[in-house]
């Protein structure tokens, strides 16, 4: 499994950013796929989750009405459009791809960063 965000870096506070996520290596259609995030000094957490084919998601409380995670299985990647981004978004956020509840691979992060 293998897994490439891109997209990430500075945005001004209430403005948009959309991460991809290409993956290769595995049938990607097969997998669930997740995005999360993980602050300096905090631990990662969960920000969304999409179904194999879609048809399901998921956020945080806190992303929810902000953020929209989508996919297109014919390009083997996975999206997160943020929108309305706030300071308290700022993390490294990573993409991965999970089968029977279990994680199977994670790509590297991708910065977002959100200051004025």
């Known amino acids: 499994v293998q897994l490439v965000e891109s997209g990430g870096g500075w945005v001004q506070p209430g403005g948009s950013l959309k991460l991809s996520c290409a993956g290769s290596?595995?049938?990607?259609?097969?997998?669930?796929m997740s995005w999360y995030r993980q602050a300096p000094g905090k631990e990662r957490q969960l920000v969304a989750r999409i179904t194999s084919a879609g048809g399901s998601t998921n956020y945080a409380d806190s992303v929810k009405g902000r953020f929209t995670i989508s996919r297109d299985n014919a390009k083997n990647t996975m999206y997160l459009q943020m929108n309305s981004l706030k300071p308290e978004d700022t993390a490294v956020y990573y993409c991965?791809?999970?089968?029977?509840?279990?994680?199977?691979?994670w790509g590297q992060g991708t910065q977002v960063t959100v200051s004025s």
């Open positions: 290596g595995f049938t990607f259609s097969s997998y669930h």
């Open positions: 991965a791809a999970a089968q029977r509840g279990t994680v199977r691979g």
